[in-house]
């Protein structure tokens, strides 16, 4: 018996203001989740009432039809085995962990074969080389090569996988409940498959975000996950144990939502120049213990200017409220290059400015390419232009991408025509406010 078709999707993101003070748990971060999202469409196949073990098939019909196949059963212990020689760490862990949750055992009724398809939109990944296939609902990118070999683009297709390969995992097992009402189930144990699959506990924006959708973020305390003891074949039991009371308990992130003011949006520029992230940041972390205390006072100093942003946001919101009609003129102002007699604007592009500051400055102490200078000359070329607040290099920086705060009106495929924007491609995204999303199956049948 095969059972109705679910799907569930989850947004990328981009942390707009956070960057390397996201990995400390007494600083808050802004992150924006984006409208390219990780799909995926899960079903089961029962062929009898009780059973010993289980097959969990995941495919990527966008990469060549890529596979990943996982034998469950009670010789193992329940440890999910990869059958067909392709690894996947995320896949790995989310599997484990999810099994490790629910507790299978002997006897009880589960399907046989659960297969998940994988889908990214289009920008999570250069589309290089790529086709385009629709159904009139939804349209995908397609490649001829497998996943590793496409280039991303850094809006966290790791954790968007995670996040929604959790889900649907989750849906095969706990049918009976409403899993959108199960969120921080879904984010532990998502956090915790993502962190394992990495080999290091990572901050957790791109996680939460993919689940919570646009948040003001402040991370978990990273000695939960280390406590956990490491799975080994003769302590499945204790891992198991020890891991369902850290999935249960209260992990105290923040994770308040937020949106980007009224007639603003986020827009992203892909420069493919490509940084090593864990690289930029044993370099920071190098340089923050070799230079503490001044180290902790240029944090604080990033951390003030990261508070006086978001005061800013909440700023423009609170006057679109109370005055509408002075807000759509700031509006018209920001795009005419007119905007100096806002004092919300001058408090925005001074806490953005004193962002920009303080991570060139470690960038020159640190040997660490946060803001590098041409990412510097490119934010300032963008700065110029009307319509346009200013721009960081999000996250852990480097030459990956640069963001862009303009109003909805401004279209920067159209300003940036000259010679010094050559290498940048802006992507087509939205903000979102919605993290993980039920889908309807259709969109997903007959791409051709």
């Not at 999202?37 to 089961?44: G, I, T």
């Not at 019909?61 to 085995?81: A, D, I, L, R, T």
């Not at 984010?187 to 699959?197: F, G, R």
Request: with cysteine; hydrophobic share 35%.
């Amino acid at each position: 018996m095969k059972n109705m078709e679910r799907a569930y999707s989850a947004p990328g993101k981009v942390l707009l203001v956070g960057g390397y003070l996201v990995l400390d748990p007494k600083y808050d971060s802004y992150v924006v989740a984006v409208s390219s999202r990780m799909h995926a469409v899960v079903s089961e196949e029962k062929y009898n009432e009780t059973l010993d073990g289980f097959h969990i098939q995941f495919t990527s019909p966008q990469f060549n039809n890529e596979c990943w196949n996982y034998s469950v059963n009670s010789q193992n212990g329940y440890v999910p085995v990869e059958v067909s020689g392709n690894r996947n760490p995320f896949l790995e862990k989310t599997v484990l962990n999810v099994l490790s949750f629910i507790g299978p055992a002997s006897g009880k009724t589960f399907p046989n074969v659960i297969k998940i398809d994988i889908y990214s939109d289009a920008g999570y990944h250069s589309q290089n080389n790529s086709i385009t296939r629709s159904n009139g609902l939804k349209s995908f990118q397609f490649h001829k090569t497998g996943i590793a070999q496409v280039p991303k683009t850094g809006l966290g297709s790791s954790a968007g996988l995670v996040v929604v390969c959790t889900t649907a995992l989750l849906s095969c097992f706990l049918n009976d409940n409403p899993l959108l009402d199960e969120l921080d189930l879904i984010h532990n144990l998502s956090q915790l498959s993502h962190c394992q699959a990495q080999g290091k506990i990572g901050s957790g924006f791109d996680v939460a975000a993919a689940v919570y959708g646009s948040i003001k973020y402040r991370r978990f305390q990273p000695d939960l996950i280390s406590r956990l003891p490491t799975l080994s074949s003769d302590n499945y039991r204790e891992y198991r144990f020890e891991m369902s009371k850290l999935i249960k308990s209260n992990w105290n992130i923040k994770h308040e939502s937020i949106v980007l003011p009224a007639g603003l949006r986020l827009v992203l520029g892909d420069v493919r120049g490509g940084s090593e992230t864990v690289e930029l940041v044993k370099k920071v972390k190098l340089w923050y213990t070799n230079n503490y205390p001044r180290s902790e006072e240029i944090y604080n100093n990033i951390n003030e200017a990261n508070l006086s942003f978001i005061d800013a946001m909440l700023q423009l919101q609170q006057l679109q409220k109370a005055d509408n009609d002075k807000y759509k003129g700031l509006l018209k102002a920001i795009n005419t290059g007119n905007d100096q007699q806002f004092k919300e604007i001058l408090h925005l592009k001074a806490a953005i400015a004193k962002i920009r500051e303080n991570f060139r400055l470690i960038t020159q102490e640190s040997g660490a390419d946060i803001e590098p200078e041409a990412q510097t000359k490119l934010l300032d070329a963008c700065s110029q232009l009307n319509g346009v607040i200013g721009g960081v290099v999000p996250g852990a920086g480097g030459y990956d991408a640069v963001s862009i705060i303009s109003t909805e009106d401004t279209n920067l495929n159209e300003n940036t025509t000259s010679s010094e924007f050559d290498s940048v491609t802006w992507l087509d995204l939205k903000q979102e406010a919605v993290g993980l999303k039920l889908e309807n199956p259709e969109y997903y049948r007959d791409l051709n």
